[in-house]
């Protein structure tokens, strides 16, 4: 485990309150990660889709597309209609970071997170981009280096 991972962790795992300081270190490090996912994310201005022959297609619909910022929606769409997990984003391209909007048109992913009783904003941005820094580890391992292509 590395030293970010560790200290991403412990951070995640304790029960004190989250701080902006934390929270904007995750948007950071998943702006980082999203950009090695899209290389090409800040001229992007259309949906596209990686296909894979053993996993899922992974598809980018853009929501809203400006000059200093963008939001979008990174899923896979099983079934031909079921989008999972519909992870909604907001880019600022200008101060590069990444903040998680909603996952699955939620703005909390776990009703018995201990988080939820401060009912602090810090501490669910926290849930939902820690969520989105994960599946960003996953969709590398999968997809980095395939050729997104338009829709």
Known sequence: MD???????????????KTYSDVSALFESNYLKILKLIPLL??????????????????????????????????????????????????????QLLEVISVCNETTLNSSHPFLAQCNDMNIQWELNLFIEKWLDYCLDKYQGKSWQML
């Open 42 to 95: 800040k001229q992007t201005a259309h949906h596209s889709v990686i296909h894979h022959d053993s996993a899922a297609d992974l598809h980018l619909m853009v929501d809203q597309r400006f000059t200093h910022t963008g939001i979008f929606t990174l899923t896979h769409i099983l079934d031909g209609s079921i989008h999972k997990p519909d992870i909604k984003f907001k880019v600022y391209f200008d101060v």
């Open 3 to 17: 030293l970010e991972t560790k200290y991403l962790n412990e951070l995640y795992n304790s029960r004190q309150a």
